[in-house]
């Protein structure tokens, strides 16, 4: 009976010190105090067009060439941005093939964008040149040393540490950003984001430090508009629900940036998505449409981060 007793108060001081600490997280942890808040982020860049639109961040991909030269491009493969089946990690910058005219849009269905006047593939130091004052989320494609260190310089060279935010989906790859370079704050990767859900469904989540700056994830209910309806089967249909449902919580997100920890959702296209995010408690949104969500930002009163 007296073990019964001792269980039950340890459990319920638990499940109320879990609680209370969820919702008011500075009692425990000092506040992270970033430099900037971003709403509107643009996905893939958009760079000119996305800061002409009032974008608040550009997301961009790196890679390295054969001559150690640190371009900004998506895939590691040429074909699907310029037609050429290659490897940029295989070429010298001045050898990379132009953009196509037309390319895809990933994440909106049967969609594609038309290509700027310049169609050269930009280097990373051109990027800080054009856009000095603009917060850069930097995803690091490889696992390559001298890429990191190479994006690493680059920024300490164009004092962005405090405009810059990176790391990649891999764990590997997002420790050794942060060992080359704490100061730029760090994404979390996917390994650390499923154990974030964790820790938030034990109630542990409320105890642990987090190095972390921000997180950036995907709304797992796009899937269901990017295929076909029909080709989605019964089981794809529940892990997609479930996965939602699991990640997409406004508990989690209130906690979060109650920290000071920035959240990101993306790559959302069509309003009923940008108001769903905007409701949960994001810090921002990603978007492959920066005139898409600008219009929808204005309408609803949705400020720019002062």
């Excluded at 001081?13 to 919702?23: D, E, Q, R």
Aim: glycine content about 6%; aromatic content about 8%; overall charge positive.
């Amino acid at each position: 009976m007296c073990a019964a007793v001792y269980v039950l108060s340890t459990v319920t001081g638990y499940v109320l010190t879990s609680a209370l600490l969820l919702k008011c997280p500075n009692l425990l942890h000092r506040k992270r105090r970033g430099t900037f808040l971003c709403r509107h982020i643009s996905h893939r860049g958009g760079l000119f067009h996305a800061v002409d639109v009032g974008t608040d961040m550009l997301e961009l991909d790196c890679h390295l060439t054969k001559d150690e030269q640190v371009v900004v491009s998506h895939d590691a493969n040429l074909r699907r941005a310029t037609g050429i089946n290659a490897f940029i990690s295989d070429m010298a910058y001045n050898e990379l093939p132009p953009y196509l005219c037309k390319l895809d849009v990933t994440f909106q269905k049967e969609c594609y964008c038309a290509g700027g006047d310049d169609k050269r593939i930009p280097l990373l130091q051109d990027v800080f040149d054009a856009f000095p004052n603009t917060p850069i989320n930097i995803d690091i494609k490889t696992n390559n040393d001298t890429l990191i260190k190479k994006v690493s310089a680059l920024v300490t060279k164009y004092d962005r540490e405090n405009l810059t935010v990176w790391g990649n989906a891999r764990n590997q790859v997002a420790k050794k950003c942060y060992k080359e370079n704490p100061r730029i704050p760090l994404l979390f990767s996917l390994p650390r984001v499923l154990q974030l859900v964790g820790l938030f469904y034990t109630g542990l989540l409320p105890f642990v430090p987090l190095k972390e700056q921000f997180l950036e994830i995907p709304m797992p209910s796009i899937l269901t508009k990017l295929k076909d309806p029909n080709g989605l089967t019964r089981s794809q249909r529940v892990l997609i629900w479930l996965t939602d449902t699991l990640l997409m919580r406004k508990a989690l997100f209130n906690h979060l940036t109650a920290r000071g920890i920035q959240v990101y959702i993306w790559v959302l296209n069509d309003e009923e998505d940008f108001q769903r995010a905007f409701d949960l408690g994001a810090t921002g949104v990603m978007t492959d449409f920066p005139t898409r969500l600008r219009d929808f930002m204005d309408k609803n009163g949705i400020s720019k981060p002062e």
